[in-house]
């Protein structure tokens, strides 16, 4: 089993910054393709940025294009989410989630999900 601990969220202001972790434990991290998810308040849960397991492979969703960076430390076994330039709609509990394949860009089939780190951006 591996268990995924997010961190890092938080209140900021429209423009700030934040860097979200999630920390897996266990030895299987190296072999899991890794998301970060989204769910804003009253909507569904929607995939924000994606990783393969090498960190070689990465997909970062349209609407925060050029404001996130995935990327991940397998020595670590963590991987992260560098948001820079916040708004106000990125106000959302952000998940991580990892499945058991090389790479994957799929919003479901995940083996794995952590609880949650709430990100508030006020305006």
């Known amino acids: 089993q591996v268990q995924l601990v997010e961190s890092g969220g938080g209140l900021v202001q429209a423009g700030g910054s934040l860097r979200l972790s999630c920390a897996a434990s266990g030895r299987t991290f190296s072999r899991l393709a890794m998301g970060w998810f989204r769910q804003p308040p009253g909507n569904e849960r929607e995939l924000v940025a994606a990783?393969?397991?090498?960190?070689?492979?990465?997909y970062v969703a349209d609407f925060v294009k050029g404001r996130f960076t995935i990327s991940r430390d397998n020595a670590k076994n963590t991987v992260y989410l560098q948001m820079n330039t916040l708004k106000p709609e990125d106000t959302a509990v952000y998940y991580c989630?990892?499945?058991?394949?090389?790479?994957?860009?799929?919003?479901?089939?995940?083996?794995?999900w952590g609880q949650g780190t709430q990100v508030a951006v006020s305006s």
């Open positions: 989630a990892g499945r058991a394949s090389a790479w994957y860009t799929g919003r479901n089939e995940y083996d794995y």
């Open positions: 990783i393969s397991r090498a960190g070689v492979n990465t």
